[in-house]
């Protein structure tokens, strides 16, 4: 079985006054129930399960009545790091999940399409992630003021949502990172850390990611141009 984990446990700290942006409103819906409704629709998903704030649980469960989702899903709480809130969903799988996708819920523009192409790529490699190479040019800096070096854009992705695996790698992965008392900032980088190979899957399309209150005029403006597209998916 395909399981799906949505981390939804944020504390949404850079939205600023807009408060908790995964019930914001965005073209006419809140921003969770895309990305939400997409797992829920998926065919080749068998099961999902949110990772939410404690306290907080009620309004999940009101949303799913709202909008009639229908697959089975359990809530389970969030961790101190995002690392933690992702193995909190982990030990919440069923059994007899082999495949899972992990899915910000701040990210609502995910395809169907993209979805299933990194689940196949997981299940090939045992790890991928949606990602796309940078065509910004890309300086570092030593100390935030001046540019230190210059570095190969051609080489750069920027890594995005979902990020699927096998079960068991993703498990190793984290419990390793765990055990070593580190820290990291996405699920890919847990398989870094044990060595193992992350197929990047090339995403055809925008699929931005809600961090700042300026991201959401963007991301309304693609979920209202895909309501009215023939071809969504």
């Known amino acids: 079985m395909t399981s799906a984990?949505?981390?939804?446990?944020?504390?949404?700290?850079?939205?600023?006054?807009?408060?908790?942006?995964?019930?914001?409103?965005?073209?006419?819906r809140p921003l969770l129930a895309y990305a939400w409704q997409r797992l829920d629709s998926a065919p080749?998903?068998?099961?999902?399960?949110?990772?939410?704030?404690?306290?907080?649980?009620?309004?999940?469960?009101?949303?799913?009545?709202?909008c009639g989702f229908t697959k089975p899903f359990r809530l389970v709480p969030?961790?101190?790091?995002?690392?933690?809130?992702?193995?909190?969903?982990?030990?919440?799988?069923?059994?007899?999940?082999?495949?899972?996708?992990?899915?910000?819920?701040?990210?609502?523009?995910?395809?169907?399409?993209?979805?299933?192409a990194t689940i196949q790529a997981a299940r090939q490699n045992g790890a991928a992630v949606a990602a796309q190479p940078v065509s910004d040019t890309i300086k570092w800096s030593d100390d935030g003021v001046s540019i230190s070096r210059h570095l190969e854009r051609a080489r750069l992705w920027?890594?995005?949502?979902?990020?699927?695996?096998?079960?068991?790698?993703?498990?190793?992965?984290?419990?390793?990172v765990r055990e070593a008392g580190a820290q990291v900032t996405d699920d890919t980088a847990a398989c870094e850390w044990i060595g193992q190979a992350v197929k990047l899957v090339n995403v055809p399309g925008p699929?931005?990611?809600?961090?700042?209150?300026?991201?959401?005029?963007?991301?309304?403006?693609?979920?209202?141009?895909?309501s009215h597209s023939p071809f969504q998916s």
């Open 78 to 116: 969030g961790g101190r790091q995002r690392q933690d809130s992702v193995w909190n969903g982990l030990e919440a799988l069923s059994p007899a999940a082999e495949i899972v996708a992990i899915q910000d819920a701040a990210r609502p523009c995910a395809s169907l399409a993209l979805i299933e």
């Open 5 to 28: 984990i949505i981390v939804a446990a944020g504390a949404s700290a850079r939205m600023g006054a807009q408060g908790d942006k995964l019930f914001l409103p965005v073209a006419g």
């Open 158 to 176: 920027a890594v995005q949502t979902p990020q699927t695996f096998r079960v068991e790698i993703i498990r190793r992965a984290l419990r390793a």
């Open 207 to 226: 699929n931005p990611k809600v961090t700042v209150p300026g991201d959401v005029p963007y991301v309304e403006m693609l979920l209202r141009a895909e």
């Open 44 to 66: 080749f998903i068998g099961e999902i399960i949110l990772v939410v704030r404690e306290g907080r649980q009620s309004a999940f469960a009101d949303l799913a009545a709202t």
